[in-house]
């Protein structure tokens, strides 16, 4: 079974750089058809999917974050990780890491347990 879990500071400050790792076990993240996909939720909101990077490394984001997110990966430790710039108040959220079959034929079967970040000053 899939194992994921998210790590990284629960407290940003405006203006810098929100950073998360999702640690994978039980699955290899370059295993073909798969993609590895970063969600959040506001306090109060729904869901907002913010981007993924795939088996092969492609990435695609959300357009509303594109400008400042980025998703990079390390494969000889089985990581993801999330990059988000410039954050701002809007931006706290508890933040998950999920895995999707190609063409979300199935939605997301494998997600982390979610980490809080607050960004305040």
């Known amino acids: 079974q899939v194992q994921l879990q998210e790590s990284g500071p629960g407290l940003v400050k405006p203006s810098q750089t929100l950073s998360l790792t999702c640690s994978v076990s039980?699955?290899?993240?370059?295993?073909?058809?798969?993609?590895w996909v970063w969600i959040r939720q506001p306090p109060g909101k729904g869901l907002e999917w913010i981007g993924y990077?795939?088996?092969?490394?492609?990435?695609y984001y959300n357009p509303s974050l594109k400008s400042r997110t980025s998703i990079f990966r390390d494969t000889s430790k089985n990581q993801f990780t999330l990059k988000l710039t410039s954050v701002i108040p809007e931006d706290t959220a508890v933040y998950y890491c999920?895995?999707?079959?190609?063409?979300?034929?199935?939605?997301?079967?494998?997600w982390g347990q979610g980490t809080q970040v607050t960004v305040s000053s």
């Open positions: 999920a895995r999707v079959y190609r063409d979300y034929l199935y939605g997301h079967d494998y």
């Open positions: 039980g699955g290899s993240i370059t295993t073909n058809n798969y993609a």
């Open positions: 990077i795939s088996y092969s490394g492609d990435t």
